[in-house]
């Protein structure tokens, strides 16, 4: 399960999809795309974070 934090809300609807619509018709949908492709990044980024395992022998 992934942290949403402030200012994510932009990228999701409701029901925690993503939107792949920018909000503002003017905006350039190519850049909307990696904004999201980025903030989905973020997600990965927190569900398996970088954890050193040390082994106990």
Known sequence: MS???VGDEKFHYS???HKW?????????EVWN??????QHGHLRNVHPKV???RLV
Request: net charge negative; charged share 35%.
């Open 15 to 17: 029901d925690g999809s």
């Open 3 to 5: 942290i949403l934090r």
């Open 34 to 39: 990696e904004q999201v492709r980025q903030h």
């Open 21 to 29: 619509i920018p909000p503002d018709p003017d905006y350039d949908q």
């Open 52 to 54: 050193r395992i040390q």
